[in-house]
């Protein structure tokens, strides 16, 4: 029972408790002088240990993530975007549709909201403990065109694939060869039915065809995708165009 303070953080440490090795000198000061009970240490010291492990584990799931930027749901205008209610805002976080693997398509020009929704979603689902990937889609295609022979694209590509969902942000905004297209069908149909996709667009999916090239892949990758989905339209003008800064001072200069 005379156990050094170092003693008993290697012995946390053998039992894979590092968060509570580290922070027990803390949690012993905490507990002198507030004269917790036996009981009250020991749900103080777990409930430490299981805080710092999520924690880290959030940490561990954003960094996989790879979001561009990180603004919530709770950053995102309503009053700017008419064609999306609160209710309907609010029953997407509840990521019912992440649990059913179910797909999101959210279309509409620039600048409406469309990465801010998807990053949002994003984030409510790393909160919760799904993995979640992060792609443009102009990056996805590298991405896949150099699988074969770069280690850092078969890592993020595996990565992809072990994620419960992936945001593929741009689809469309350029053209696709056949290659292009039939690399991308193969990466949804392996996601197909096990992992969420969630896609913003410009474009409507009946104007895939004419970018992909190829018809009968574009028929192939909207069945699946259009199989379980939910499409989500942003019709407002362009916030970050209502909300730019100028170089001009507000009042002109009178020569």
Known sequence: MNSTLRDLQDRFRHLRMAETANGLPGLLRKAEQSSWTYHEFLEELLTYELTRREEKNIERRLKWAKFPYQKTLDEFRMEEQRSISTRQLNQLRELN????????????PPGVGKTHISIGLGLEAIQKGFKVTFFTMGELVHVLKTEEYLSKSKTQLKRIRESDLVIIDDLMYMAMDQREANLFFHLVN?????????????????????LMGDQGITTAILDRLLHRVEVIHLNE???????????????????
């Open 190 to 210: 392996g996601l197909y039915e096990r992992s969420s996709i969630i896609l913003t667009s410009n474009k409507g999916p009946e104007q895939w065809g004419e």
């Open 237 to 255: 003008n362009s916030y970050r165009i209502k909300h730019r800064s100028t170089i001009f001072a507000e009042k002109s200069v009178q020569s």
């Open 97 to 108: 549709w992440l649990e059913q693997q179910y797909n999101l398509i959210l279309l509409g």
